[in-house]
């Protein structure tokens, strides 16, 4: 158990809809990213949140937005669903965000759009 | 990013030592150099970094060249449960995001 927790552990939905998952960080980090993994396109970095505020971001679509919240949860949210966001969805925490810190991967969450 | 080159795959029996290769020639010197696994159904896991010295902890150890051009990982004794996909990976600019390659999957034969 990293001790990150996500929710829901799996979601389907239909083309066009809007989905939230959700992250909780290890007790004392600060940092948070999110990876999505398919299976044509292996995991990739979507976005990085640290204390509340934006800090990279990778592929992400625009169609998909996230944010940190005060007490440090984070949310991942997906909209104008498409077939081709089926995939995991992985959240990790950090202590901080430089190199030298390790990643605790939470679960996922298996997202299928149909 | 930095580029790492892994090998697709490795086989290895039950209770042997297994060395995984990681090739990263264009590695700055602010790069640390990550290592993670996935067992099957389940996310990524830490399993040691460092930058420029030889690491140990519980799970392997991190052998780092001289020129740090190259890295291996070591299992010591492989169980099992260490069949999964390794990922070698550099991180040091951008905060420390990580940019996961194809990484190599290791079967344990029993």
């Known amino acids: 158990d990293s001790g990150v927790t996500q929710t829901p552990k799996h979601l389907i939905t239909a083309t066009g809809q809007r989905v939230t998952l959700r992250c909780s960080p290890r007790?004392?980090?600060?940092?948070v990213y999110w990876y999505q993994q398919s299976l044509d396109q292996g995991l990739q970095f979507l976005i990085q949140y640290y204390n509340g505020e934006e800090r990279a971001k990778g592929n992400i679509l625009e169609r998909f937005s996230a944010q940190q919240f005060p007490d440090l949860h984070s949310e991942l949210n997906l909209s104008s669903l498409e077939l081709g966001d089926s995939a995991l969805y992985f959240c990790?925490?950090?202590?901080?965000?430089?190199?030298?810190?390790?990643?605790?991967f939470g679960p996922g969450t298996r997202l299928t759009v149909t | 990013d930095a580029k790492t080159t892994q090998p697709n795959s490795m086989e290895s029996n039950e209770e042997e030592p297994v060395h995984l290769p990681c090739n990263h020639s264009?590695?700055?010197?602010?790069?640390?150099i990550h290592w993670y696994r996935q067992l099957p159904s389940q996310g990524p896991e830490y399993v040691i970094h460092g930058l420029t010295s030889n690491v140990n902890n519980r799970m392997a150890s991190l052998a780092i060249a001289e020129d740090r051009k190259s890295s291996t990982l070591i299992l010591h004794r492989a169980t099992l449960r260490d069949a999964a996909v390794y990922y070698c990976?550099?991180?040091?600019?951008?905060?420390?995001?990580?940019?996961f390659g194809g990484g190599t999957r290791v079967l344990v034969k029993p």
């Open positions: 007790s004392g980090d600060l940092s």
């Open positions: 990790a925490s950090s202590v901080a965000d430089r190199a030298r810190y390790e990643q605790y």
């Open positions: 990976i550099l991180s040091g600019r951008a905060g420390n995001k990580l940019t």
């Open positions: 264009t590695i700055s010197g602010t790069d640390y």
